[in-house]
Structure formats: structure tokens, C-alpha cells
Nanobody
Framework: QVQLVESGGGLVQAGDSLRLSCAASGRSFRNAAMAWFRQAPGKEREFVAVIDRTGSRTYYADSVKGRFTISRDHAKNTVALQMNSLKPEDTAVYYC???????????????????WGQGTQVTVSS
């Protein structure tokens, strides 16, 4: 089992940067593919980025490619999302998710993930 706790959200201006962190507990973290999703008011939850068990493969939504970077630290049991050049349309609650079995291929559907954090709010003003 995996417990996930996100942090790092906040209110920033367009063009600023934020770094989200997801702290994971449980021995299964090392074997889990980890992802970030986000959900804006009135919209469905959408995929943002995913990283495989080893940290060697990543995949991004087109809307964040080149601006966001996902990474993981096995020693600290954390997954991070570095967000640069933020835009107002990036405003959402950001969720960390874990998939325990299978990271080939990397998954982008929320239904493919087993565990979720409580979310952290990111608000980007124009």
C-alpha cells in the first residue's frame, strides 16, 4: 500500500515557477509508476506527467511539455513536479498518483492508478 501527500501549491503570477512535491510512504513506492494529474473547476481530471519505476522514462501532456519536469528520489520517497512558465490555464488542484503494477507502457488515464493524494491547489494569476 502507498500513502501520498502533496505539497508546494500556492498562488503565483503568470510566468512564475512552482515546485510540487509528493511524499510517499510504504515499501511499494519503489516499484510504482508515479504520475501527476490536475483538475480545474468544472472540468474532468486530466493527465499531466508520469515517470516510471526507475526514473528513466517520462511522458508529458502536450499542454505542459517543455515547461514541466517530473522527477523522483527513491532515497527520499518523493516525486516532484517542477513547473516553469506557468500560465493561468495551469490553475487547478494537482494530484499525485501511484500505479503499483506495470509501467510499460506509461499510463495516462486516471483509472489506471491505484492510490491518490489529497491534492494541492495551484492558482496562476494573469
Amino acid at each position: 500500500q502507498v500513502q501520498l501527500v502533496e505539497s508546494g501549491g500556492g498562488l503565483v503570477q503568470a510566468g512564475d515557477s512552482l515546485r510540487l512535491s509528493c511524499a510517499a510512504s510504504g515499501r511499494s513506492f519503489r516499484n510504482a509508476a508515479m504520475a501527476w494529474f490536475r483538475q480545474a473547476p468544472g472540468k474532468e481530471r486530466e493527465f499531466v506527467a508520469v515517470i516510471d519505476r526507475t526514473g528513466s522514462r517520462t511522458y508529458y501532456a502536450d499542454s505542459v511539455k517543455g515547461r514541466f519536469t517530473i522527477s523522483r528520489d527513491h532515497a527520499k520517497n518523493t516525486v516532484a513536479l517542477q513547473m516553469n512558465s506557468l500560465k493561468p490555464e495551469d490553475t487547478a488542484v494537482y494530484y499525485c498518483a501511484a500505479r503499483l503494477i506495470g509501467d510499460i507502457p506509461l499510463r495516462v488515464r486516471s483509472s489506471d492508478y491505484d492510490y491518490w493524494g489529497q491534492g494541492t491547489q495551484v492558482t496562476v494569476s494573469s
